[in-house]
């Protein structure tokens, strides 16, 4: 077996590792998630390592060591993070000639020829689903021979292999939580809306919803759902639950776990069985979710102990949500949200401005339509047109934006890029700070987090970093516009 590291590059300061480390940006509130995509490869290459140089505040001068006795090192990349990454290997090589150095993630999956053409340093590229490919590149299969992989030969040309099957079972993947405790320091990660320190891991892949904006399921993942069994799952809970006491919350980093109800029901019962949401029982789980659960479902969720739901609502407008394929009727969410507040479960909620359709009365209607619904907390994002979307298509086919990759500041913060004949990027890049300010600075909202704070001392110290950090990340904005 090849000597194999891999590696989450350093990056700008105040990265955010963003979903499984695939959208890397500042956001309101710096986080960190777990690097799940390179740790899952790292399960199954004995004796490798994973280094996450962002959530341990590394620079490279602090890992540069590590390279000099690999053989074989493997960057995670995406969109944002890809120049930075490529100026890592650059340096990798000038150290170590003789490694060999592979980039897996969407931005390369979708455009493998343009990645490797970027610089010398990348020796390959691995498409789509990657997990046995790099097993296979680290047990020292010639790269001619290994599935889903686009290489540079020893003449320079690029060479494209045929495509890796999709992994169907899934129960063939090892857990990625021992690597998290061999290799991470797991206080390092954390989210604004989830209990500290938390873990996360996926029990299954693919999305069926067809969302023309989201990254994974058009490029990695699929629109399969394929599923890890329900004993596999708990066994993986029960290893969380014994060798890393001090988490509190098990994230599970579904693209939409609710996307098979009887499923989801069942590890919730699973999940009570162990003793998930009875009273004094130290950990919950918290998962992502279409707004569109049925009250049954919720309600067998929360008695088996899920505490949190982070949804993806976009827009308070039913025909952008049509528009970009979401599948959801605004009404449904609405009721959705009613009955999580009912029961209970807390809701982060997610806000997109800038879609297609949008215009200034669609984004005040969004801004509306979620302080009706009042989540707990929010994320708005600008409409981001990653390459390999149909929302990238769409978008340079009508003139939307002019086809770079350029989505972030070199200071990390997000950029608009879709700018529309009647409402230019700078007006939607404006109204994210607008819509912010206005959900979160009303008496209600200020009511709750104060409250909030004085029921929970550890709870009041992380408020009021965070309240640094997002008016830091609003004083960004300003200097970004």
Aim: contains cysteine; neutral net charge; glycine residues 8%.
């Amino acid at each position: 077996m090849m000597r194999t590291l891999f590696l989450q590059a350093p990056s700008f300061d105040g990265y955010d590792g963003g979903a499984g480390a695939r959208y890397q940006m500042k956001r309101e509130v710096r986080s960190f998630w777990y690097p799940t995509w390179l740790a899952q490869p790292a399960a199954l290459v004995e004796g490798s390592k994973l280094i996450d140089a962002p959530a341990h505040d590394l620079s490279w001068d602090d890992i540069k060591h590590e390279v000099d006795a690999r053989d074989l090192v493997i960057l995670h990349t995406s969109t944002p993070s890809f120049r930075q990454d490529v100026h890592t290997a650059e340096l990798i090589k000038q150290r170590n000639p003789r490694v060999l150095i592979g980039m897996i993630g969407a931005k390369v999956a979708v455009e493998a020829e343009k990645s490797l053409q970027a610089s010398t340093a990348i020796d390959f590229v691995a498409r789509n689903e990657f997990d046995f490919t790099i097993l296979d590149v680290a047990k020292g299969m010639k790269l001619s021979e290994v599935e889903g992989i686009s290489y540079r030969d020893a003449d320079g040309t690029i060479i494209h292999n045929r495509d890796r099957a999709v992994i169907e079972n899934m129960d063939s993947l090892p857990f990625v939580s021992p690597v998290y405790k061999r290799d991470l320091t797991l206080e390092k990660y954390f989210g604004g809306y989830l209990r500290h320190p938390y873990v996360s891991f996926y029990t299954g892949r693919g999305c069926k919803s067809r969302c023309t904006f989201c990254l994974w399921p058009q490029t990695v993942g699929g629109h399969n759902y394929r599923t890890r069994s329900i004993g596999h799952v708990i066994e993986e809970v029960q290893y969380v639950l014994k060798e890393m006491p001090q988490i509190k919350e098990i994230f599970f980093d579904d693209d939409t776990l609710t996307d098979n109800l009887p499923r989801v029901e069942a590890i919730a019962e699973a999940l009570g069985a162990l003793g998930f949401g009875t009273p004094g029982f130290p950990v919950s789980w918290s998962c992502n979710a279409k707004a569109n659960v049925p009250r049954k479902t919720l309600e067998i969720m929360k008695k088996g102990g899920c505490r949190l739901l982070l949804v993806g609502y976009e827009s308070g407008n039913q025909q952008i949500l049509h528009n970009i394929k979401k599948g959801l009727r605004v009404d449904v969410a609405r009721q959705f949200t009613k009955d999580c507040h009912e029961l209970g479960i807390v809701i982060h909620g997610t806000f997109i401005l800038g879609l297609p359709g949008e215009t200034l009365e669609t984004i005040e209607e969004t801004i509306e339509y979620a302080k009706e619904i009042n989540p707990h907390t929010i994320q708005v994002s600008l409409a981001a047109p990653y390459p390999g979307t149909f929302l990238y298509k769409q978008a340079t086919e009508n003139g939307w934006f002019d086809g770079t990759d350029h989505l972030l500041t070199d200071g990390g913060t997000q950029i608009a890029q879709l700018s529309y004949p009647h409402l230019p990027a700078e007006v939607i890049f404006d109204k994210v700070e607008e819509m912010y300010k206005r959900f979160y600075f009303r008496p209600r909202k200020i009511g709750a987090i104060v409250g909030e704070m004085v029921r929970d001392f550890d709870m009041m110290k992380r408020r009021l970093r965070e309240g640094v950090e997002f008016f830091n990340f609003l004083r960004a904005r300003k200097q970004a516009a």
